[in-house]
């Protein structure tokens, strides 16, 4: 039976209405690479005791993962231009599950270096998905609403967190604390119960491998729009990647955008990665199980800070949201650097609940400051790439950790979001209708072209 197209394509790749399947397929994706993101938090706690590693050299972990992200973003963009945004996904979607198999042999041969090429190769994969992804998303529907699309679809990202955090509670962490419990025995038998430990990290992966098989059969069997900009002829708009470089230089908000996205990955990645390392070094006679907790409550903070935040940016001008919400983050940070109480660890759960709509919003209006869209894979790219600040923000925060205190440490997020909030302030003089109002000016426009055409 031949499928029927129910969407309508413009000459700029936007819809006139959202797919529900197609966007539902894109959006699970957003849940997948966030189960990947979060068993990172738990693979950092369990290396640290396993392999005995400095504050700094754990942070390798979100190094191997983003660093991923940051060298395979522009052949990614360069290979969805060449085919489509669904075969940009469905070659992320291979790549994530052989990451996810490579973990098998990681495990026997239980060295840090074999668990960061799985990492790395994991994240060859994810970058694919977040390069297709994060712009597609913005694609399926009408323009106005792109923003408001991926928040929407960056909600499953939280979602996708809270199942890594339990996959990596229950089937990783056992309930003890592994690094004073080895510390208890000699060398040969730390060296087994390690191995033993490290053949945990299996589990997961198990489940999340059979999903990725189940999604590549239905990716590739369901029938996408293109989201691609139209010649008047109706073939695909397309420009070389020195073309696409000569335009971007000379945009100084889309090179903000990337900034501010770099920053913004730096108090993400940072918080996450330390707060179960955090909760170990200020309270010892915390179990890594009972640890883990407050990465759960912080997913779930940040899964209800996304659906607040879907709800205000359909209200409000998001720049202002935005400004807001990083400006009390960055607060709530600075009360996790320097009180020395329980109400610290909490402060770092609860600072989940702001960050929400930080990188779908910076995303997305990075993304609109690109006007000509022949060049949008390639800045959407650029954008992804910004995911590096995962990779080098972290690492200098364990670098703090490791001459200070892990509690200290948190100044380093705490500043970070302070900067987001400045590039909030500065982008507000771009951002001066509320969605209402956008809508009213887009009938307004179409009205005057309908009567212009009689």
């Excluded at 797919?19 to 690479?33: E, S, Y």
């Amino acid at each position: 039976m031949k499928n029927k197209v129910k969407w309508i394509e413009s000459s700029d790749g936007y819809l006139n209405k959202t797919p529900i399947l197609q966007f539902v397929l894109v959006t699970i994706l957003f849940a997948m690479w966030a189960i990947a993101a979060s068993l990172n938090d738990i693979l950092i706690t369990q290396f640290k005791a396993v392999f005995d590693l400095s504050d700094f050299a754990t942070a390798f972990v979100q190094s191997a993962f983003y660093g991923g992200y940051f060298i395979v973003a522009i052949p990614a963009s360069l290979f969805i231009k060449k085919t489509s945004y669904k075969m940009g996904i469905i070659a992320g979607l291979a790549f994530f599950a052989l990451g996810c198999f490579v973990f098998f042999p990681a495990s026997r041969v239980a060295t840090y270096e074999i668990f960061l090429f799985a990492i790395f190769v994991e994240a060859i994969g994810l970058s694919f998905l977040e390069t297709s992804a994060d712009t597609y998303t913005t694609l399926l529907g009408p323009k106005r609403l792109g923003t408001v699309r991926i928040n929407i679809s960056q909600t499953m990202n939280a979602l996708g967190d809270i199942i890594g955090i339990l996959l990596g509670k229950y089937l990783v962490f056992q309930d003890s604390n592994l690094k004073a419990e080895m510390e208890k025995m000699s060398k040969s038998m730390a060296a087994q119960f390690g191995q033993q430990q490290l053949a945990r990290t299996l589990e997961p992966y198990k489940y999340v491998l059979v999903v990725l098989i189940v999604l590549i059969v239905l990716f590739a069997f369901t029938k996408f729009p293109s989201g691609r900009p139209k010649t008047k002829t109706g073939e695909i708009a397309s420009a070389t990647l020195k073309e696409t470089m000569a335009y971007l230089f000379k945009n100084k908000r889309f090179w903000m955008g990337v900034g501010a996205q770099f920053v913004y990955m730096g108090v993400q990645t940072g918080v996450w990665s330390f707060t179960i390392r955090l909760a170990l070094e200020m309270f010892p006679s915390f179990s890594d199980r009972y640890a883990a907790n407050f990465m759960l409550y912080s997913y779930i903070c940040f899964f209800i800070g996304r659906f607040l935040a879907s709800y205000l940016l359909s209200k409000f001008r998001e720049t202002r949201v935005l400004a807001i919400y990083a400006t009390i983050g960055c607060v709530f940070l600075l009360g996790t650097t320097f009180i020395h109480s329980i109400v610290a660890i909490w402060l770092a759960v609860v600072v989940s609940l702001l960050m929400g709509p930080a990188w779908p919003t910076i995303y997305s209006r990075t993304l609109e400051t690109v006007e000509d869209r022949r060049y949008t894979e390639t800045a959407g790219a650029f954008v992804v790439m910004a995911i590096v600040g995962g990779a080098v923000l972290p690492a200098i925060q364990g670098i703090v950790s490791d001459n200070s205190t892990m509690q200290f440490s948190f100044l380093l997020p705490a500043v970070e979001f302070a900067l987001v909030a400045v590039y909030f302030i500065s982008e507000m003089k771009h951002d001066k209708l509320t969605p209402k109002q956008k809508l009213e000016l887009e009938l307004s426009q179409k009205t005057q072209l309908d009567s212009a055409a009689v």
